[in-house]
C-alpha cells in the first residue's frame, strides 16, 4: 500500500489580506502529479480542510475539484475534520461519497469504524479520528474516565475492533508529544498551542499503528518516532515560516506493515520570502528576482522611507510586510523591567527608545519638538 500524507491545506486562507486560492490550487495540482508519478492508491487528509467552520464558495469548489479528480484517478480518499472545520458540513454527503472511494469523517459520535482498503498483501484499514476535544468523548462515552485530551483518545481508540493482526493507519489531528517533547510550531496554527498542556496527548496513546498520519502542527516532523509524523501544511501560512521548506510525506506499507516514508518536497508558485537591506537597494530591479513572491521586507535605513511600501510594491507586487531593523548600536537586550520604567522620566525614556531606533541621541531639535508635542498632547504619565 502506497498512500501520500497531507494535512492543514486551509483552503480559503487569507494571509496579510493575500487570497491564496491559486497557489493552494497550484499545490494541489503539484500533489495530483505526485500521485501520478508514485502510484500512490490512497491520501490521507488529517484534518483543517477549510481554513474556517463556513469556508468562502472558492475553497469548496476547490475542494470539490480536487477530490474529484482523486477519485476519477481511483485514488482512496481518507479524511478527518481539524479543529478549524465544521464536524457536520464536513459530514455532508459523506455515506454517498464512500462509495466513490471518499470517507470522510467529520464527527465523533461514540465508536470508530475502520476503512478496510486493500492492497496486493491484504487488507489495510484506515482508522480515522475527527480532531476531538475531551467534552466531546466524555459526551458520547460517559463511562469512561476522562481527564484530558490523552484520556479521550484512548477511549475513542478503546471503541475499535481488536486488529486480528490487520495493518492499520490512524489519522488523527490532535497535540500530540513525545515524552512531554512539544512539537515545533510554524506559527500559523493559530490556536491556543502553548496555552498549558491540556490539550496534549502522548504518542504513546498511538501505539499499534503501522504508521500515524497527523495534523495540527504545521511544520513537517516526526513525534518520537518516524512513523508518527505531522506532515505540515502544504504552503507557508505566516511570515513567520517564511523561507520554510514544505513536503508531503509517501508511505509504503509492507505485508508486514513496516512502514518505509519518504518525504516528497513541495514547490510553491510563489515564494514566501524575508529580505533585509536598504530600500534602495532592495528595490534596485538589478537585485530584484522572482518578483511574484510574498515578501516580508525588513529595511535597514537610517530613517522611515517615503513611501516605502508603494516603492516595495512596484518591486515586488505581492510584498505583505514591511518594517525596519532596529538601529545595529542598541544594545539587544534593553529589558527594561516595568518598576525600572516606572523610575525614569519621559525624556529619559523617549531618549533610550530614540537611541534604540536610530543609533544616537536626539538632537536638540528633535528634542524641542517632542517638547512642542508633548504639549499639544497634554500631560502623559508624570
Ligand atoms: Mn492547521
Not at 39 to 54: F, N
Not at 58 to 84: K, M, P
Not at 95 to 102: E, M, N, P, Y
Request: net charge negative; hydrophobic share 45%; glycine share 8%.
Amino acid at each position: 500500500m502506497r498512500f501520500l500524507h497531507l494535512a492543514d491545506l486551509h483552503l480559503g486562507k487569507r494571509v496579510n489580506g493575500f487570497d491564496l486560492l491559486e497557489d493552494q490550487r497550484a499545490i494541489l495540482e503539484q500533489i495530483l502529479a505526485l500521485c501520478g508519478q508514485h502510484r500512490v492508491q490512497a491520501v490521507v487528509l488529517a484534518g483543517d480542510i477549510y481554513d474556517v467552520p463556513q469556508p468562502p464558495a472558492a475553497a469548496v469548489l476547490l475542494l470539490d475539484w480536487f477530490l474529484t479528480e482523486l477519485a476519477q484517478r481511483g485514488i482512496a480518499v481518507l479524511a478527518i475534520s481539524g479543529n478549524h472545520d465544521s464536524a457536520e458540513r464536513l459530514d455532508y454527503a459523506g455515506r454517498l461519497l464512500a462509495k466513490q472511494g471518499v470517507y470522510l469523517a467529520g464527527r465523533f459520535t461514540g465508536s470508530l469504524a475502520p476503512v478496510r482498503l486493500a492492497d496486493e498483501y491484504g487488507p489495510v484499514e484506515f482508522v480515522l479520528l475527527p480532531f476531538v476535544r475531551a467534552a466531546t468523548v466524555r459526551h458520547f462515552l460517559p463511562g469512561a474516565d476522562i481527564r484530558s485530551y490523552g484520556d479521550a483518545v484512548a477511549a475513542a481508540l478503546a471503541t475499535l475492533p481488536p486488529a486480528d493482526g490487520v495493518r492499520r493507519v490512524l489519522a488523527a489531528h490532535q497535540f500530540v508529544t513525545a515524552a512531554s517533547r512539544p512539537p515545533e510550531t510554524a506559527g500559523s496554527e493559530s490556536c491556543a498551542l502553548e496555552v498549558g498542556t491540556v490539550e496534549q496527548v502522548d504518542a504513546a496513546c498511538l501505539a499499534g499503528f503501522c504508521y500515524v498520519a497527523l495534523g495540527h502542527i504545521h511544520r513537517p516532523q516526526q513525534v518520537g518516532s518516524p512513523t508518527v509524523r505531522y506532515a505540515g501544511s502544504p504552503l507557508c501560512y505566516s511570515l513567520d515560516e517564511c523561507g520554510a521548506e514544505k513536503s508531503c510525506p509517501l508511505v509504503t506499507l509492507d505485508a508486514d506493515g513496516h512502514a518505509a516514508v519518504k518525504l516528497l518536497p513541495l514547490v510553491p508558485r510563489r515564494a514566501m520570502r524575508h529580505l533585509t537591506g536598504p530600500l534602495d537597494r532592495l528595490t534596485n530591479p538589478a537585485n530584484v528576482c522572482d518578483a511574484g513572491d510574498y515578501i516580508w521586507a525588513t529595511l535597514t535605513d537610517e530613517t522611515p522611507q517615503p513611501d516605502a511600501m508603494v516603492r516595495l510594491r512596484a518591486a515586488y507586487p505581492n510584498a505583505m510586510k514591511l518594517d525596519y531593523a532596529p538601529r545595529s548600536g542598541a544594545p539587544a537586550d534593553a529589558a527594561l523591567t516595568a518598576a525600572a520604567v516606572r523610575r525614569r522620566s519621559f525624556e529619559e525614556l523617549f531618549a533610550d527608545f530614540f537611541e534604540t531606533v536610530q543609533g544616537r541621541a536626539p538632537t536638540k531639535a528633535e528634542q524641542q519638538a517632542l517638547d512642542t508635542l508633548r504639549e499639544e498632547v497634554g500631560p502623559c504619565g508624570r
